[in-house]
């Protein structure tokens, strides 16, 4: 039988220890930089680390995902750097808003193969014109890896299907490369990822 993501993810986040860290992605961070502050959207955000980061530096918060442990834990990150989001509890089909947003930042976002295109395609209308995607998750070549990310082929990007997934986006960077990772204890090593920064014209 196949497992509930709600239940995978809680049980993933089920300790006090953060799983990825407490610190920002590194690439989400250097992008996030380089921009004037506005209003942020971070689906699947998990633990929190990229939304206390960015309301740190003066960006208007708002992110979700499907487990509460997730967003309990969070919550507390951002109590204890003293900083307001907006953490809701939702999937990303089910993610409803009035707000159109500046930047969406996408940190290891790998939803179920079978909605991924619809989820990304959706979370694109609430991207303002001229807003900006921040992008990083694992490629199909980390498949085997120990560094991270699903053990589902179907889960890992290849360049050709962000393309498609995220037309008509303008990427102004796309590319696929070996890092080493060291976010927490279950992103560490050696990895295959993707990058990529688009914008909606
Ligand atoms: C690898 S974690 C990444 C967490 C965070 N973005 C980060 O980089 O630290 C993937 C996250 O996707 C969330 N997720 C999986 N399926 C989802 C869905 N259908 N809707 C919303 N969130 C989902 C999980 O709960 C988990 O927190």
New binding site residues.
């Given amino acids: 039988m196949k497992e509930d993501?709600v239940n995978f993810?809680n049980e993933m986040y089920r300790t006090d220890v953060f799983r990825?860290g407490t610190e920002p992605?590194i690439f989400f961070k250097e992008q996030l930089d380089t921009l004037a502050s506005g209003n942020v959207l971070l689906?699947?955000?998990?633990?929190g680390?990229?939304a206390v980061y960015a309301a740190v530096k003066g960006w208007k918060v708002t992110a979700?995902?499907?487990?509460e442990k997730?967003r309990q834990k969070a919550l507390r990150l951002s109590k204890e750097k003293e900083v307001s989001i907006d953490y809701q509890l939702?999937?990303?089909l089910e993610f409803e808003t009035h707000e159109k947003f500046d930047v969406i930042g996408l940190?290891?976002?790998?939803?179920?193969a079978e909605?991924r295109k619809e989820?990304n395609q959706r979370l694109l209308q609430f991207l303002k014109p001229g807003g900006i995607v921040i992008f990083e998750a694992f490629a199909k070549a980390q498949l085997g890896k120990a560094s991270g990310g699903p053990k589902n082929e179907a889960m890992l990007f290849s360049i050709k299907e962000i393309k498609e997934e995220f037309s008509p986006l303008e990427f102004t960077l796309l590319r696929e490369e070996t890092i080493e990772l060291s976010e927490g204890s279950h992103h560490k090593g050696e990895a295959e990822i993707i990058r990529f920064i688009a914008i909606k014209k």
């Fill in positions: 993501p993810w990825y992605n689906p699947a955000e998990g633990e680390r990229n979700f995902d499907i487990s997730g939702s999937g990303v940190s290891y976002a790998h939803f179920p909605i989820a």
